[in-house]
T-cell receptor, first 115, second 113 residues
């Protein structure tokens, strides 16, 4: 079974630009979550999508948005990039329902650098 | 914001020794999970313990949970150099929280051969 795939792996953007990151979950998984990891703030939950609907949302500004497609693939978008958005963005998938709904499988992440 | 703290922040031991990491959290939980991260890469799920469980084992891993103290510990026995990584605890607030996990700050473990 293929794991969680995130693309691209590395990205360099300029302040003020926008960026779109992609995540393909494990086949059959309907829940996709996004996390931001920085040295200062650690791992922080951004949002979760389940069956194309945002189910949970973390405490991030509206510049951070996401969506999920009918095949469960998800994208997150960050507009008007700031230097502080430089981070490792991790995507996690899980079945979303059933006994093991809380066990999350993470991708390798996208390293975003804003210059 | 982070759910709690992990202790110690860094741990250095010799191969073959046991490593113990502690995690504290602030709010009620449905379950607590431990993850491993190698050098800024993705996280690997290690073990999940539910709020009504007190101890769980998986191979060389032993996890305890004390909901009255809002704390958990992860014990890695007979450590190996390959165990060198950062370890994070994560909590889920309710059963249907899906992937909405709140992570601790992590413990950096170094196992010297």
């Amino acid at each position: 079974k293929a794991g969680v795939t995130q693309t691209p792996r590395y990205l360099i953007k300029t302040r003020g630009q926008q960026v779109t990151l992609s995540c393909s979950p494990i086949s059959g998984h309907r829940s996709v979550s996004w996390y931001q990891q920085t040295p200062g703030q650690g791992l922080q939950f951004l949002f979760e999508y389940f069956s194309e609907t945002q189910r949970n949302k973390g405490n991030f500004p509206g510049r951070f948005s996401g969506r999920q497609f009918s095949n469960s693939r998800s994208e997150m978008n960050v507009s008007t990039l700031e230097l502080g958005d430089s981070a490792l963005y991790l995507c996690a998938s899980s079945p979303g329902q059933g006994l093991r709904l809380s066990e999350a499988f993470f991708g390798q992440g996208t390293r975003l650098t804003v210059v | 914001s982070q759910q709690g703290e992990e202790d110690p922040q860094a741990l250095s031991i010799q191969e073959g020794e046991n490593a113990t990491m502690n995690c504290s959290y602030k709010t009620s939980i449905n379950n607590l999970q431990w993850y491993r991260q190698n050098s800024g890469r993705g996280l690997v799920h290690l073990i999940l313990i539910r709020s009504n469980e007190r101890e769980k084992h998986s191979g060389r891993l032993r996890v305890t949970l004390d909901t009255s103290k809002k704390s958990s510990s992860l014990l890695i026995t007979a450590s190996r150099a390959a165990d060198t990584a950062s370890y994070f605890c994560a909590t889920a607030p309710w059963a249907n929280a899906g992937n909405m996990l709140t992570f601790g700050g992590g413990t950096r473990l170094m196992v010297k051969p």
